[in-house]
């Protein structure tokens, strides 16, 4: 990934299954101390969201064992442990000239909004010539750079011509296609270095996070892995500051898609009756084309968190007259005692809840703004506490065409809803909903777009 803040931001990733992998089998996990690829399965590493087909087990020219990864779709797997301070020694090696592929360190457990790509230190593992800019300035190599992504910060050994948070390798140590190259890199108290086939060729200092999780990327071309091993070295003296580490809240998180398909759901208005049609799986994205029905989970969630990004295209319904909505859940008059109004693109869709069409999370143009309720805040039977708290606390959409970051938490008869980090549902209470259900996608006549799908339940906890 050369140029991570600039040919990343078009590109997005629909999630996989991790129960539809069985190569990711329940088997004894690896020595997390020791051997991170325990030779047999993929136990101790959780896909993100890549397909059953990407990251496989095979065996390499001299029958060792490996981690095969297709490069199909981009996409990353990632640790099922987060790590601190550590060294961690691998070999790899591209099959074919140009390659691309790369290894995440401090990574957080899910991908930044809208992109295939978690917030991390990426450690390239790319062979492809130079890139050199009008003025002859080395931009970036495929000798093992390394760079900050998605908003992870860093300090590079050596400034780069251009500025950027990317740290160019002082020698030129890696082999070609075919041949195996051996990493070792050592996370310390926030500095990182790079050795290649023994010899020190990049670092950096002053990162953050300085804790998370190891990440091994896909991103178009073929790459073997072997020989992953890891030691774990002391903390910091001092405890890290929660700035300093990777979202561990949201471990839990598993992608609710395959990546290359749309197994596990069913198209239909109620609870899915086909396989879908008008949702289909492209450039790591889910599409729908605003014409056909819900689209419905196969499995039923009780008490759940669940993740996604979303974001309208340039399509709409037409323009129509749309009410302003104040925070009691009624509608805002004018002074003459009319609807006040205003005209809008007319977008429309939403997340069912529990398999019901009540307890939908609306995606909508409306003025009030994403994540209201419509099935409780319009109906007369419900307390005016109730109409009020399933109204958003504020507009917290992003403009057409950018991508939005929903998280929904429905715990008991009790829903939260944040919108790009804003907290527009905060307790809302839905009675009556059921204890357990399937999770539809809505069709409301319009084409919408989703990635980074993922869901944690919570009734354990």
Request: net charge negative; charged share 20%.
């Amino acid at each position: 990934m050369p140029l991570p803040f600039l040919t990343r931001a078009a590109l997005a990733a629909i999630l996989v299954c991790a129960a539809s992998t069985p190569i990711f089998a329940a088997s004894a996990p690896a020595d997390q101390s020791g051997d991170l690829f325990n030779g047999r399965d993929l136990a101790g590493w959780i896909p993100v969201n890549t397909a059953p087909s990407t990251f496989t087990v095979g065996k390499d020219e001299t029958g060792a064992p490996i981690i095969k990864c297709s490069g199909v779709p981009t996409g990353i797997m990632r640790t099922e442990k987060p790590y601190e301070n550590f060294v961690l020694e691998l070999d790899w090696k591209h099959l074919t000239e140009p390659g691309n592929a790369g290894l995440f360190v401090w990574s957080d457990p899910m991908c930044a909004k809208g992109v295939p790509f978690s917030r991390s230190i990426e450690i390239q593992i790319m062979l492809t010539p130079d890139n050199i800019d009008a003025k002859g300035h080395t931009m970036y190599t495929g000798q093992g750079d390394i760079f900050s992504i998605w908003g992870a910060r860093m300090t590079p050994d050596r400034p780069h011509p251009g500025g950027w948070e990317r740290c160019l390798p002082s020698a030129r140590m890696t082999k070609g296609a075919g041949e195996w190259n051996h990493y070792k890199v050592t996370c310390k108290d926030g500095v990182i270095k790079l050795e290649i086939n023994g010899t020190e060729v990049s670092g950096c200092s002053n990162v953050t996070p300085r804790k998370g999780f190891i990440c091994l990327e896909s991103e178009g071309t073929e790459v073997w892995f072997k020989n992953l091993r890891l030691q774990e070295l002391p903390a910091a003296s001092k405890a890290l500051a929660p700035d300093m580490i990777s979202d561990l809240a949201h471990a839990g998180l598993r992608p609710m898609f395959d990546a290359l398909t749309v197994t596990g759901w069913k198209e239909g208005g109620d609870r899915g009756e086909k396989a879908p049609e008008h949702w289909t799986m492209g450039g790591n994205t889910l599409h729908y084309d605003g014409k056909g029905t819900n689209l419905w989970t196969e499995t039923s969630y009780d008490d759940f968190e669940m993740l996604c990004d979303w974001k309208w295209t340039s399509e709409h319904q037409g323009k129509m007259q749309r009410p302003y909505i104040g925070l009691d859940g009624n509608i805002v008059k004018n002074p003459d005692g009319s609807d006040k109004t205003i005209e809008v693109e007319e977008r429309d869709g939403g997340i069912y809840l529990r398999g019901s069409s009540k307890s939908q999370v609306n995606l909508w143009m409306w003025p009030c703004g994403s994540g209201e309720v419509y099935g409780y805040r319009t109906d007369s039977k419900m307390s005016p506490e109730v109409r009020a708290a399933v109204t958003p606390r504020m507009n917290a959409d992003a403009p057409v065409g950018q991508w939005n970051r929903m998280r929904v938490r429905m715990v008991g008869e009790t829903l939260n809803v944040w919108l790009n980090d804003k907290h527009v549902i905060i307790d809302a209470q839905l009675p009556g909903v059921a204890k357990s259900g399937p999770i539809a996608l809505q069709s409301h006549g319009c084409p919408i777009e989703f990635t980074n799908v993922m869901i944690e339940r919570l009734t354990s906890k």
